[in-house]
């Protein structure tokens, strides 16, 4: 084990400094072990504790980030093969029906607002999950759990809990059938 | 080698026990910063997305600055 030439008081920890004040190698195991005073216990233990508070500090900043990253880059609808979801005459005008898009997704509604004109939405509310119900007449959609409210033109939330809209899936008239090709971002 | 120290034990312990709270404010604003600010997005809203952003880079700065002045009372 090497020694340090200097015999001259060294520092251990902060402001400790070791009673006969020799090199922390010369120092017992023990202190070496445990080398901050108990006068700089408090001191030091607080300390501490603000640089693990600037560290958190430091994490809120890198997830503040990410919320950028993803606003200003993420992808706002993700396109899918176009899928024949109903034919144009499956649905009176009013009426709705579900389906999954892409495959395998959750329940999806389709809603048909006029003559050629559909819409369509994640059928679970926002909130909890619970499906929405279309109140075309007024022009809404309804969540019966808890009394949530929806556009129906839009998605947005208009009314109770739900704070997100809808995320909408992006549909397309082609003759006589009704496409989907497509599924925007709730965030969008 | 450096012994002195502008602040005795006790000062340094007062000032360390100042400089906390302030830390923990900050580091709480930035907690209901990026809370509102996750809120916001999901609902829609992205333009508050950059400003929250350099506030809390603010506050950070800020704490590292308060975090530097305690290791140079050593």
Redesign the interface.
């Known amino acids: 084990m090497s020694h340090t030439t200097t015999d ?4 251990v920890g ?2 400790s ?1 070791p009673p006969d004040g020799a090199s922390p190698r010369k120092q017992p195991r023990w202190r070496r072990d445990f080398p901050i005073d108990w ?2 216990d ?2 030091v233990s ?2 501490d ?3 693990y ?2 560290l ?3 994490a ?2 890198v ?3 990410c ?2 990253y ?3 880059f993420a992808r706002r609808a993700t396109a899918f093969e176009a899928s024949a979801v109903a034919s144009v005459n499956e649905l009176a005008v009013g009426g709705a029906k579900t389906f999954a898009y892409p495959p395998g997704s959750t329940p999806r509604l389709l809603v048909r607002t006029g003559a050629r004109a559909f819409v369509a939405y994640d059928q679970q509310c926002t909130h909890l999950q619970c499906p929405v119900i279309p109140v075309v007449e007024q022009g809404k959609l309804h969540c019966p759990c808890h009394n949530g409210w929806f556009d129906l033109r839009t998605g ?2 208009i009314a109770g809990p739900p ?3 809808l995320p909408r899936v992006l549909v397309e008239v082609r003759a006589d059938t009704v496409y989907a090709t497509g599924v925007e971002d ?3 | 080698m450096k012994h002195g120290s502008r602040f005795a034990r006790s000062q340094r312990m007062t000032v360390v026990s100042a400089i906390l709270p302030f830390v923990i404010l900050i580091v709480v604003l930035q907690l209901w910063l990026l809370t509102a600010t996750v809120n916001a997005y999901l609902g829609g809203d992205r333009a508050v997305a950059l400003p929250a952003a350099l506030v809390s880079l603010v506050c950070l700065g800020l704490n590292v600055g308060l975090l530097r002045y305690l290791y140079r009372l050593d």
């Open positions: 001259a008081p060294v520092p902060t402001r400094v006068q700089e408090d001191y607080r300390r504790l603000i640089k508070v600037v958190t500090s430091g809120f900043v997830g503040q980030l919320v950028v993803k606003s200003l947005d939330a704070q997100r809209r709730a965030a969008t």
